[in-house]
């Protein structure tokens, strides 16, 4: 499984449905900060990743480009537990504040649907039975729970 905009590798799958991403942080945190913060979001932190292009584009294109990424961890599971315990504001699915009642989304961002979830295999797979039979039940199960990942 694979959660891209596209797929551009010696590959074959299938796009299920979108899966939105925004910037999430604890309420607790944005009750605290957001008040004090500079209009480009000075005195707020983020949740980083290190030097992933993609992310520090988010960040400077979001409502907040001067905020301090104060973090760089590359495990997004550890971002959603530091945004919960009210580290800073971090980029998550778009189900996070559904399943976590403390999360909400930052004021003034939106979800991006650019990406979707995507089930991949090597194209020589393709045709192994018990590959195929896993990969259609994958799919089954994942189209049944859509909505639990687009998020709102």
């Known amino acids: ?49 290190g030097p992933v292009t993609q992310l520090l584009e988010r960040v400077r294109n979001s409502p907040y480009p001067e905020a301090r990424i104060r973090h760089s961890i590359p495990d997004p599971e550890m971002h959603m537990h530091l945004a919960r315990a009210g580290a800073g504001m971090a980029i998550l699915p778009g189900w996070a504040a559904d399943v976590f009642p403390e999360l909400q989304r930052v004021p003034g961002t939106t979800l991006d649907e650019s990406r979707s979830i995507w089930v991949l295999l090597h194209s020589d797979l393709r045709r192994v039975r018990r590959v195929r039979v896993f990969v259609d039940y994958l799919c089954a199960a994942l189209l049944e729970r859509r909505a639990a990942f687009i998020g709102t």
């Open 1 to 49: 499984m694979r959660t891209v905009a596209e797929v551009d590798e010696d590959v074959v799958g299938r796009k299920l449905f979108p899966a939105s991403i925004g910037i999430f942080a604890a309420r607790d945190y944005l009750d605290r900060m957001l008040p004090k913060a500079g209009p480009k979001g000075q005195g707020l932190q983020w949740i980083g990743y």
